[in-house]
């Protein structure tokens, strides 16, 4: 009897079944987090609305830096092509943003155009207006690169008296819509121009909540020398501590990211492991894309539950007749007390709370008698979402990973280290000798067998005991040297012989240069005797 009462019950407590991430996010935030936005103003205090091309674009990379920085330059040197609108120069050329997108021919669309097709991301810009949408268009190529991410090329940020000519549209909003939805948001520093200007500052500054995503480039470092780079370096940290209030210490990329010859290549060794880390994180971006998104959601969830408490707490606190402007003033001037009184009551962290000041501004040109009381259902639902529904989605984020190992970014600049001698680290520590006939370990052979004869070999091998007096003595831990042990014993006696000694000490002095072990014994390393003959 009455078993219908708790079927809606049943229902909410099971979490839904969805065959991608992408059908996930989008059903989950059209069903249950954008009710309760459009509920309580969310999209006219914080973001937008959320389109379907958002969950389905592929990753978006913005650059951003002040003029002559060499952000066009960065874009020129990952794609190995021109693109179309690109200009290069000392002076501030890039006037525009400019989307770097894939297409099957090269052109250029106009923002008007762009903010009106629903297969592209930035129909919700058209609330910057003209200003804006005149400079900001969408260049597209055919490139491998750009088949797997999107790039966003900034307007240099300016400095001194240019920075108070107005651009005619909110540039900081508008890079902070950007970093929303970008993956990777890259800060472009100058070894040259270090200062960081008010508008830089204050952009820095709209970029708080998505430290996640920043990461900072010294670019241009081949200009100066080794003992200035790390004076420039020592600065840089010390300037970005003092902007970026986080505890940990953002990753800065040193390095010359452009195709032109290395005016001091004092530290090219520096700055090939710098770029292959920078390149190894861009390329990482396909395959994390469905997380970030993911996360991406939840947070702006947060925010929305901390937005439906302190819009609802004011309509309470509102008179229903008289004294509304006077109750108004009087409540926006206590906000910060209000805070304090929510975090209290739904223990909400102090960090999941939008920017005291920038709330107060906004909400003197709003009605806050037209503000919607509390709505239990509305918020129940976003708790059942996050606490259920994301669940059962991060299993599915973790299957399609599995099922695509290789999404990574492929073409231009990303391959032209892959393969070959130019390849990151080719012919050093463990792969030193890999193109020489002779055996790498024989220039060394002749030191290795005095030792070896010293320590008592019985029918030609020393045993584990012996061979172990001997290599404590690079002072290696065990874990390193158990790890050389058993790349060496290739026959696995638990013995070595001459070759197989000297194979270990060549081993112990690689690490001691402060290469990595290879996991595996690379076939150049294979003591000549224990190479099997081709049949």
């Known amino acids: 009897m009455f078993s219908w009462l708790g079927t809606d019950d049943r229902r909410k ?10 059908e996930g996010l989008k059903k989950l935030y059209k069903t249950k987090l954008l009710p309760l936005e459009e509920s309580y103003k969310f999209h006219e205090f914080h973001s937008p609305a959320l389109e379907d091309a958002d969950f389905d674009n592929k990753p978006m990379v913005l650059l951003v830096g002040q003029y002559s920085t060499g952000k066009t330059s960065f874009i020129r040197y990952l794609l190995e092509q021109d693109f179309p609108g690109m200009r290069i120069g000392p002076e501030p050329t890039t006037d525009s943003f400019i989307a770097v997108m894939h297409g099957d021919t090269e052109g250029v669309i106009p923002g008007n155009a762009l903010v009106v097709d629903p297969k592209k991301p930035f129909r919700k810009l058209n609330a910057f207006g003209n200003a804006f949408l005149n400079r900001f268009v969408c260049a597209q190529l055919p490139n491998p690169v750009l088949e797997s991410i999107s790039v966003i090329d900034t307007p240099g940020i300016l400095s001194g008296e240019k920075q108070r000519i107005s651009r005619g549209y909110d540039f900081a909003a508008v890079l902070e819509w950007f ?21 830089f500052s204050e952009v820095i500054k709209a970029l708080k909540n998505h430290e996640d995503k920043i990461r900072v480039v010294l670019n241009k470092a081949d200009q100066i020398e080794t003992q200035q780079l790390m004076r420039v370096y020592g600065a840089l940290m010390w300037s970005l501590g003092k902007i970026v209030n986080t505890p940990e210490v953002i990753r800065v990329y040193i390095g010359s990211f452009w195709s032109h ?24 971006l396909p395959r994390n894309a469905a997380l970030r998104k993911l996360n991406d959601l939840i947070k702006r969830a947060r925010l929305a539950k901390v937005h439906a408490y302190i819009i609802s707490s004011l309509k309470k606190e509102m008179p229903a007749v008289f004294g509304k402007e006077n109750k108004k003033k009087e409540l926006i001037g206590s906000l910060g007390d209000i805070y304090k009184r929510i975090e209290r009551e739904h223990q909400i962290s102090p960090g999941d709370f939008p920017n005291l000041k920038k709330m107060q501004d906004q909400l003197q040109a709003q009605d806050l008698n037209k503000f919607q009381p509390l709505k239990p259902k509305l918020l129940e639902a976003v708790d059942d979402m996050l606490a259920n529904d994301i669940a059962s989605l991060m299993v599915l984020v973790r299957q399609e990973e599995t099922q695509r190992p290789n999404a ?3 073409g231009g600049a990303f391959d032209g280290t892959l393969d070959g ?66 790349l060496a014993d290739i026959d696995k ?43």
């Open 261 to 284: 010859p290395l005016l001091i290549p004092d530290n090219r060794k520096l700055f090939e492991a710098e770029e292959q880390d920078l390149f190894k994180d861009i390329q990482s």
């Open 408 to 410: 990574v970014v492929k």
């Open 179 to 199: 970093a929303e939805r970008v993956d990777r948001i890259i800060l472009l520093f100058d070894a040259h121009k270090l200062d960081i200007s008010d508008e």
């Open 421 to 486: 001698p130019f390849g990151h680290g080719y012919g050093e520590g463990a792969g030193e000798g890999i193109d020489e006939a002779e055996w790498v370990v024989a220039r060394d052979k002749p030191a290795y067998d005095e030792i070896f004869y010293t320590l008592s070999p019985v029918n030609g091998k020393v045993t584990g005991a012996n061979a172990k007096k001997e290599m404590v003595k690079s002072k290696l831990p065990n874990t390193v040297l158990g790890k050389i042990w058993k």
């Open 13 to 22: 407590k099971e979490p839904e079944v969805f065959q991608t991430v992408s």
């Open 493 to 535: 006696d638990g013995m070595l012989d001459d070759e197989e000694f000297a194979l270990a000490n060549h081993l112990i002095k690689v690490k001691l240069e402060g290469h990595e072990l290879p996991s595996e014994l690379p076939a150049h390393l294979v003591p000549p005797s224990k190479r099997k003959i081709p049949e």
